[in-house]
């Protein structure tokens, strides 16, 4: 069964780069028809979906953060990352790397991590 | 872009029926998945594909969706069905999106 792990910085200064990534294990993230993607949950308020990733390299993002979101895949170590960039501090919230088997809903999730946007 | 709507809160009492509406143009063309999250975890997902459940969750946990609305259904309600539940749906035009509704808090009285 797969499962995932979120790791990064959990304080990012205003206008830096947020960055995380996501450790995939049991299975290979290469060979497993997922699309990859990021989701988050500003405290106190609901999911939003960021963007996926399929096939290492089709990339599909939400068109609020398009100019602001790049995810990409690293095969070599079976992780996949986000960065957003010019963050602020309504970038605060739990973000969660999950995985879609193209059936359209998402599982698994990581367990979340938390990104503060504060100097 | 797809917008979803959810009520804001549902309460129930114990051992009676909880019914969590989502609201979309249409929905009823589109494939409806439910996740509960409880305080402090990551969501789970109870319903996939409007009425399926994955392995593990309850029978108690079931979905319909039908026009402009679906429906999450939870039948004799337990205090550990408190949380917040969200619907979304995948979106195929113009391209790919994944889009969540609101949320709706459940209240066990």
């Known amino acids: 069964r797969l499962q995932l792990q979120e790791s990064g910085p959990g304080l990012v200064e205003p206008s830096e780069t947020l960055s995380l990534t996501c450790t995939v294990s049991?299975?290979?993230?290469?060979?497993?028809?997922?699309?990859w993607g990021w989701i988050r949950q500003p405290p106190g308020k609901g999911l939003e979906w960021i963007g996926s990733?399929?096939?290492?390299?089709?990339?599909y993002y939400n068109p609020s953060l398009k100019t602001r979101v790049t995810i990409s895949v690293d095969t070599s170590k079976n992780q996949f990352s986000l960065k957003v960039t010019s963050v602020t501090a309504a970038d605060t919230a739990d973000y969660y790397c999950?995985?879609?088997?193209?059936?359209?809903?998402?599982?698994?999730w990581g367990q979340g991590t938390l990104v503060t946007v504060s100097s | 872009s797809y917008v979803l709507t959810q009520p804001p809160s549902v309460s129930v009492a114990p051992g009676q029926t909880a019914r969590i509406t989502c609201g979309g143009n249409?929905?009823?063309?589109?494939?409806v998945h439910w996740y509960q999250q409880k305080p402090g975890q990551a969501p789970v997902l109870v319903v996939y594909?409007?009425?399926d459940r994955p392995s593990g969750i309850p029978e108690r946990f079931s979905g319909s969706n039908s026009g402009n609305t679906a429906t999450l259904t939870i039948s004799r309600v337990e205090a550990g069905d408190e949380a917040d539940y969200y619907c979304?749906?995948?979106?195929?035009?113009?391209?790919?999106?994944?889009?969540f509704g609101g949320g709706t808090k459940l209240t066990v009285l």
């Open positions: 999950v995985g879609d088997r193209g059936d359209g809903w998402f599982d698994p």
């Open positions: 049991g299975g290979s993230i290469s060979t497993s028809p997922y699309y």
């Open positions: 990733i399929y096939s290492s390299e089709i990339t």
């Open positions: 249409y929905i009823g063309s589109k494939s």
């Open positions: 594909d409007d009425k």
């Open positions: 979304q749906v995948f979106h195929s035009s113009p391209d790919y999106s994944w889009v």
